[in-house]
């Protein structure tokens, strides 16, 4: 059993302010989560991201993705952190949360957009894809989507109940991938479009 490992600067509210801290030294198993292999194929190891401790980047969140200066990196704000994810397995969920942000920036699935409304949020497709990844992170740590779907209840509790329960529609979808598929695109046949089985010939 997987025990997922955070360093003490999470549960404090006093960070450094060193411009050298990285995923890595914060998320001690990050190279476990669902989404790491993922991006490494892109060419990014996220374990070497910095991360930004501060809150004057993301908006009243808890935590962020984006850049600073020219680096991308993890914002948080510390004195959110321990309410909006108390427990360890909660804040990787937030982490792949953000990191498939950043995957959805590297794949142009994903792109910074105003949007009028939390319901527009929500129905964004980069919203629903970096919800049902943390969903795929919460099944890889063993968590059951009745568990989940609670998670998502206190995470998004400030909300109204239909944007809560369409977060958690999402987290259903994710939960019930494979947490090591590759892709979160379901395939659908086109209308009209007959396929054609194909029938494999026994080995001589």
Not at 54 to 68: A, E, F, H, K, R
Not at 89 to 110: C, M, N, P, Q
Not at 188 to 194: H, I, K, L, S, W
């Amino acid at each position: 059993m997987t025990i997922w490992r955070v360093h003490r600067l999470w549960t404090d509210d006093r960070w450094p302010r060193d411009d050298d801290l990285k995923v890595k030294d914060v998320f001690v198993d990050v190279e476990k989560t669902v989404i790491f292999k993922d991006l490494l194929d892109y060419g990014i190891n996220v374990g070497e991201l910095p991360v930004f401790a501060s809150d004057q980047y993301i908006m009243g969140g808890v935590m962020g993705i984006g850049m600073l200066g020219e680096k991308w990196g993890v914002f948080i704000d510390a004195s959110a952190l321990r309410k909006g994810y108390p427990g360890s397995e909660d804040k990787y969920i937030g982490l792949v949360h953000e990191l498939a942000h950043f995957r959805g920036y590297l794949t142009g699935d994903s792109h910074v957009e105003t949007l009028p409304t939390m319901k527009h949020w929500t129905r964004s497709h980069s919203e629903k894809d970096a919800v049902r990844w943390s969903a795929r992170q919460a099944r890889l740590m063993g968590w059951s989507e009745e568990k989940t779907k609670a998670f998502f209840a206190y995470r998004y509790q400030r909300h109204k109940k239909e944007i809560i329960e369409a977060i958690q529609r999402e987290g259903e979808i994710g939960h019930r991938l494979h947490p090591q598929q590759e892709t979160l695109a379901l395939l659908q046949r086109r209308p009209g479009v007959r396929v054609r089985g194909h029938r494999r010939r026994p080995a001589r």
